[in-house]
């Protein structure tokens, strides 16, 4: 194991952890503010990737296909708020938790019906698609660093938006205050579209930003939502913060523990056992995790009330 | 019966109790006032379980439950009522009281009907009655006034054959004749039980106290017979006054 | 009451006769399907006896549909055949894993309940999918059924009528265990937490008692699952799977008898209807599941009678 594959890895669990932090700042979010459980989250992450890579192929090019699959996706999420959401934010989470998995059946197969049912192949675009050097001396595809600079980027750009701006305050100002944040005379019912839509553009971004690494097909959406949902319960559900720090702990152990874990049993017990059980425990970690977590935490890391 | 010595809270740099000492005899009504904002709720939760003081200590009967969970000391007999989420909405009221009498028996079943289970049902129909609710037994909880509400928790706290009971502004929210049915109801159990009132009703507080504590600003002013307490300086300037 | 007696003793009889004239009209394909239902109405009522009753939003519970019918297959792998032996196991190893996750999960409570139960049934999921000898993602053939003395589970009728007692055993089991004193205790908890605490209930016990009773009934009807499709694979424990029961719980109306039998029963009828019509049935199925959320609140039993107070 050399210092170099080392740090390589820890390169690609921040890369994961960005990943999940915009999804799981989006996430956390609109169930803060609006107290709404999304299920169909994870569906907003596909429609990203599927409207950049239709938009990149029509148009020709990949940035125009990021600006239409964000902007696209931005209007899917709001008129999801509008048709179902709103109907649903006085019930209780049950119901809502009901109502977006009807959600994800009809996405899913949605995007079946536009693009087929086999995985789409998204290329990285030809200036994105070097390499970098790093300090170890080793090289790293450029395209992820991208994705940990936008990531960190919209971290920042977040924090900055939620502790320092009038809107921020509104939106930590948050459900329990629905009657001050009216008298201020903001629209209520706008916030909320605006504040989902812009949820689903973040889910939307790291869909399509994914897109080249991960597969696109439908039901890509669900196989990270279970990741995020580890995420914002080790983090706390609600809160920014936990949702920042519980995506790089969840994508630091997610990925050094798919690498390290097989040849580290192989090497402590026997390479058959490595072999068998290595990659089952791997995909196992994270809940783990999450289990030690809620045994001494069991409100997560930043509960956003404590 | 109930000793409590140094009750300290602080919610980080508020003390909302400093070091509070009381006294419960058996047998006794002993009412706490004192204005709201002050304390008062945060002793309540304290006594009753709900909450863990910093520091202090509570011994119920010669023994200390300073850190019993609320349940715990329902099972030895020290019951909280009145809190502000009342009863099970979806059940009548004798299941109301049935449930309390079943989670003081202590015994469980997983077969036998308990809705029929006269172990149950007959304690039950007799608290109801005692508590003047008897006609109303099989009325879902959900259907009943507030007043009632109020009056089905007493069933529900004497079903867990309580030595001493916790009542937490019983008379909140009344109406006049409903007050009155439930000074009425509460002078009827203050002979037979040790009771800790709760109160802003100054009315039911004279009628029922044998002594009354003023709790202001996390700490006791004053503990003593009504007529006492009614005359003492302090309290009216701090509390008794501002009425 | 006597109402309801009526109305279940008609649908028995329906149930009942259901072989003969399937057979008449020569459609076994019927057989199999209503056989299904029954087994996943199985599976449904365990679930309401902790979501209806209980109020826990278990978003695994397909999980212990999967531990039972891996039991039976993995068993069947290493040349074990009996049928008692794949239902104790079955149901053992559901039980087993039913208190593990439920241990760490009933602490928490609202939406960390449900991110929590639906992210361990998805590690289990995972777990399932790479252990290849059992045949990984592809999924493992169930080469002999399970062997009983008596009666042969894989003669089609037979075996649905094996199904059809064990879920009215099922049912009548849930009747009992929520009309006890223990299911008062849990229906207690559900109705106001805070009260049961104060005449002292300790509502976690409750819940994690019948958290795993629940897992149990589960694995059961996995077992039995097995046996009717004679092929498993890592999805039938999948949270698709999970939000499929869950609306058959919902959907025939929650804390009721008849309930998870009905919206079994309505829910997979409307499957069949939709897949008889395109290969694309889900993109139909997805928001009529959200109308029927938004719209239709108290179920399919709430049409008959009054769920239980």
């Given amino acids: 194991m050399s210092l170099a594959l080392l740090f390589e890895q820890l390169l690609n669990g921040l890369q994961l952890g960005v990943t999940l932090f915009l999804m799981a700042a989006g996430l956390t979010l609109v169930f803060g503010i609006m107290n709404f459980i999304n299920l169909a989250h994870g569906s907003l992450y596909m429609v990203g990737a599927y409207l950049a890579l239709a938009a990149a192929q029509w148009t020709g090019s990949y940035l125009a296909g990021v600006a239409l699959g964000l902007a696209g996706t931005l209007v899917v999420g709001m008129v999801v708020e509008v048709v179902v959401a709103r109907a649903l934010y006085e019930r209780d989470h049950l119901d809502q938790v009901l109502a977006t998995f009807g959600l994800i059946l009809f996405f899913n197969e949605l995007v079946a019906i536009l693009w087929g049912r086999a995985a789409l192949f998204a290329s990285v675009p030809r200036f994105l698609s070097g390499h970098i050097e790093l300090v170890t001396g ?50 209520i019912r706008l916030l909320y579209t605006l504040v989902f839509g812009f949820g689903a553009a973040l889910a939307g971004l790291a869909g399509l930003m994914a897109g080249p690494i991960y597969n696109v097909q439908p039901g890509m959406g669900e196989l990270i939502l279970i990741q995020v949902f580890v995420v914002i319960v080790i983090g706390g559900i609600g809160s920014i913060r936990g949702a920042f720090v519980g995506a790089l702990i969840v994508g630091m152990v997610d990925t050094l523990g798919r690498v390290f874990l097989r040849p580290l049993l192989g090497a402590m017990i026997s390479p058959t056992a490595g072999d068998s059980a290595g990659p089952a425990l791997a995909s196992m970690l994270i809940f783990v995790l999450m289990a030690v977590v809620l045994s001494f935490r069991p409100q997560g890391l930043f509960p956003p009330r404590g | 019966m109930l000793e409590v010595r140094g009750l300290t809270k602080s919610f980080g740099a508020l003390r909302a109790c400093d070091g509070i000492d009381f006294d419960v005899a058996e047998g006794e009504t002993h009412a706490v006032i004192g204005p709201n904002g002050a304390g008062k709720t945060t002793f309540i939760s304290q006594l009753a379980g709900n909450l863990r003081p910093d520091a202090g200590a509570i011994r119920f009967a010669g023994e200390d439950v300073t850190h019993l969970p609320a349940h715990a000391r329902a099972r030895k007999g020290f019951a909280r009522s009145f809190q502000i989420t009342s009863v099970f909405h979806d059940f009548t009221a004798l299941h109301n009281v049935a449930l309390a009498v079943q989670a003081h028996s202590g015994r469980a079943g997983f077969w036998r009907p308990a809705r029929s289970d006269r172990a149950l049902i007959e304690p039950a129909r007799r608290l109801l009655e005692e508590v003047g609710l008897g006609a109303r037994a099989d009325v879902p909880a959900a259907n009943m006034s507030h007043g009632e509400h109020r009056q089905l928790e007493v069933a529900m706290a004497l079903a ?39 109160e802003h009703d100054m009315d039911a507080v004279f009628r029922l106290a044998d002594r009354i504590s003023v709790l202001v600003y996390g700490r006791v002013i004053a503990t003593g017979e009504p007529e006492d307490i009614r005359a003492n300086e302090e309290v009216r300037k701090a509390y008794l006054g501002e009425e | 009451m006597s109402a309801r007696l009526v109305l279940w003793s008609l649908v028995v009889l329906v149930l009942l006769a259901l072989p003969p004239f399937v057979l008449y009209i020569d459609q076994p394909f019927y057989l199999d399907l209503v056989r299904r239902i029954m087994i996943l109405a199985i599976a449904a009522t365990s679930l309401n006896l902790i979501l209806g009753y209980g109020g826990l939003v278990s978003f695994g519970h397909a999980a212990y549909l999967s531990v039972g019918a891996y039991a039976v297959g993995i068993l069947g792998f290493y040349g074990f055949t ?42 289990l999921f995972y777990l399932g999918i790479s252990i290849e000898e059992f045949g990984g993602d592809d999924g493992m053939r169930i080469k002999v059924t399970s062997q009983f003395p008596l009666v042969d589970l894989a003669n089609p009728v037979v075996f649905y009528y094996v199904a059809l007692v064990l879920m009215l055993a099922s049912v009548y089991a849930v009747f009992r265990i929520v009309n006890s004193r223990f299911g008062m205790a849990l229906r207690a908890a559900k109705s106001n937490e805070a009260r049961a605490r104060a005449i002292g209930f300790s509502p976690y016990p409750v819940r994690l008692a019948a958290f795993v009773i629940a897992g149990a009934m589960c694995g059961l ?9 004679r092929y498993i694979t890592p999805d039938l424990g999948s949270w698709q799977q999970s939000g499929d029961l869950m609306f058959m719980v919902i959907l025939g109306g929650m804390a009721s008898t008849a309930g998870p039998v009905l919206g079994t029963f309505a829910l997979l009828f409307v499957e069949e209807i939709l897949k008889g019509w395109t290969q694309h049935w889900q993109v139909f199925l997805g928001p009529l599941l959200v109308l029927s959320v938004i719209f239709f609140r108290r179920g399919l039993a709430g049409i008959f009678s009054k769920p239980d107070a």
């Avoid at chain 2, 006049?176 to 037979?192: D, N, T, V």
């Avoid at chain 3, 929590?116 to 590690?123: P, S, Y």
């Avoid at chain 3, 009807?221 to 499709?229: D, R, S, V």
């Fill in chain 3, 82 to 123: 009996s049928g008692w032996l794949h239902l104790a196991v079955a149901v053992a190893a559901a039980a087993l894993v039913a208190a593990a996750i439920g241990a760490v999960s009933i602490r928490t409570s609202g939406i960390y309940f449900i991110m929590i139960t639906l992210a361990f049934a998805q590690m």
């Fill in chain 3, 221 to 229: 009807a996995g077992a039995l699952y097995a046996n009717h499709t």
């Fill in chain 1, 138 to 187: 080793s090289s790293y595809p450029l395209y992820r660093a991208v994705i940990i600079l936008v990531g960190l980027l919209t971290a920042a750009i977040l924090w900055y938006v939620v502790t320092r701006t009038r809107l921020g305050m509104l939106i930590r100002a948050g459900a329990s205050n629905r009657t001050m944040v009216a008298a201020l005379g903001v629209n």
């Fill in chain 2, 160 to 198: 867990t054959k309580p030595r001493l009971l916790l009542l937490d502004e019983p008379m909140a929210g009344m109406g006049a004749e409903e007050s009155q049915r439930m000074i009425e109801l509460l002078a009827r159990l203050k002979q037979a039980k040790t009771l800790i009132l709760v």
